[in-house]
T-cell receptor, first 114, second 114 residues
């Protein structure tokens, strides 16, 4: 069965460029999460969707970060005017519902801002 | 302010011996704990979990122990195999968190030598 997929797998952006990272969750999974993982650290929560509703965006580091999930399936994380400190692996995870603890992760998108 | 800490960045163990990975937390509101395993260039994969109402959960070669009074949990792998070589993350979810977003530790790199 298909797991969580993310694209692109690698992205190099010049400082100041806008980027869009895509996540395709497991079909039927209600909950979708974005995490940011800096080099040598654990993933850190960015934002959470239940279906199309963004219920928590407390982890987004600045207003340059924006996420959407308009039809309750595919999600896009957009970063405007990228900065070097945005360089990280961006992980997407999905789970069946809010009451389910186990999250299934995609392979991540490695973003490098030069 | 790291709420979940894995104080050992790396651990080396001989094949067939026991691997013990440790995790400490500070937030007393955490009541569900998970261990994830991560290979390079892949997303974290769920390994085993434990609820705060238990002090032990076992699944094959993997056992997680929880000491609530010490705010400490550990993952035991017996016997260790070379394929277990990966980065292990512990993660926690607070009580009554509708979104179930995970708070991760920094990870421990386990190397199992043949």
């Amino acid at each position: 069965g298909a797991g969580v997929s993310q694209s692109p797998r690698y992205k190099v952006a010049k400082r100041g460029q806008d980027v869009a990272l895509r996540c395709d969750p497991i079909s039927g999974h209600v909950s979708l999460f974005w995490y940011q993982q800096a080099l040598g650290q654990g993933p850190e929560f960015l934002t959470y969707f239940q279906n199309e509703a963004q219920l928590d965006k407390s982890g987004l580091p600045s207003d340059r970060f924006f996420a959407e999930r308009p039809e309750g399936s595919v999600s896009t994380l957009k970063i405007q005017r990228t900065q070097q400190e945005d360089s990280a692996v961006y992980l997407c995870a999905s789970s069946l519902a809010g009451g389910t603890y186990e999250q299934y992760f995609g392979p991540g998108t490695r973003l490098t801002v030069t | 302010d790291q709420q979940v800490k894995q104080n050992s960045p790396s651990l080396s163990v001989q094949e067939g011996r026991i691997s013990i990975l440790n995790c400490d937390y500070t937030n007393s509101m955490f009541d569900y704990f998970l261990w994830y395993k991560k290979y390079p260039a892949e997303g974290p994969t769920f390994l085993i979990s434990i609820s705060s109402i238990k002090d032990k959960n076992e699944d094959g070669r993997f056992t997680v122990f929880l000491n609530k009074s010490a705010k400490h949990l550990s993952l035991h792998i017996v016997p260790s195999q070379p394929g277990d070589s990966a980065v292990y993350f512990c993660a926690a979810i607070p009580f009554n968190n509708a979104g179930n977003m995970l708070t991760f530790g920094g990870g421990t790199r386990l190397m199992v030598k043949p």
